[in-house]
């Protein structure tokens, strides 16, 4: 599976959009970009995949770049409950496990 | 909701003592997995199973072993603990991965090794 590259923490104000972004750059062409959430001393939390195009669900979008060698997880109204640590990970579909780094912290201020 | 529970949230044992780590997820999920997070170092994966009484080993899979006698259940097994095995335990479950998969986590089990 490809490495990914993630900043060590950002914040956001409550309400405004959170960027997380994730460099992927050896990624290969079958292997989907996944993010998952820590929120401390909770166990990892799926948020949201993507193999090629943008994808949107209730919790957050995702935007992979065309050449696929980077993508942007957002937040589009951080609350404070968004403060965790955020995972980007990249895997091909005949994987069985998921290889998690290091993360961004996100810390969501008032 | 899947629901993947752990036997306990918080286990306190001695150096030399066999310790039993429990999951059970609800959902009649192929794969299991354990992992290990320490601070600085990220979620670490110990062994996975992809069936009933089928194991493999993860990347830090040394002093562990586990049994899956049944699908639900996936238990990792501490022989003699350690000091250097006080760590954040946890169990995860997904179907198999024909496509692309969610991985479902319990809430832990932080296990301190006196």
């Known amino acids: 599976d490809a490495k990914t590259t993630q900043p060590p923490s950002t914040d956001c104000a409550e309400g405004r959009a959170a960027n997380l972004p994730c460099n992927h750059s050896?990624?290969?062409?079958?292997?989907?970009v996944y993010w998952y959430r820590q929120i401390h001393s909770q166990g990892p939390q799926y948020i949201i995949h993507g193999l090629k195009n943008n994808e949107t669900n209730e919790m957050a979008s995702l935007i992979i770049t065309e050449d696929r060698k980077s993508s942007t997880l957002i937040l589009p109204h951080a609350t404070l409950r968004d403060t965790a640590v955020y995972y980007c990970?990249?895997?091909?579909?005949?994987?069985?496990?998921?290889?998690f780094g290091k993360g961004t912290s996100l810390l969501v201020t008032p | 909701d899947v629901k993947v529970t752990q036997s306990s949230r918080y286990l306190v044992k001695r150096t030399g003592e066999k310790v039993f780590l429990e999951c059970v997820q609800d959902?009649?999920?192929?794969?299991m997995f354990w992992y290990r997070q320490d601070p600085g170092l990220g979620l670490r994966l110990i062994y996975f199973?992809?069936?009933?009484?089928?194991?493999e080993k993860g990347d830090i899979p040394e002093g562990y072993s586990v049994s899956r006698e049944k699908k639900e259940r996936f238990s990792l097994i501490l022989e003699s603990a350690s000091t250097n095995q006080t760590s954040m335990y946890l169990c995860?479950?997904?179907?198999?991965?024909?496509?692309?998969?969610?991985?479902?986590f319990g809430p832990g089990t932080r296990l301190t090794v006196t």
């Open positions: 959902m009649d999920h192929e794969n």
């Open positions: 990970i990249v895997r091909s579909n005949s994987g069985y496990a998921l290889n």
């Open positions: 199973s992809y069936d009933v009484k089928m194991k």
């Open positions: 050896t990624i290969s062409g079958n292997e989907y």
């Open positions: 995860a479950s997904s179907l198999p991965a024909t496509g692309a998969d969610e991985q479902y």
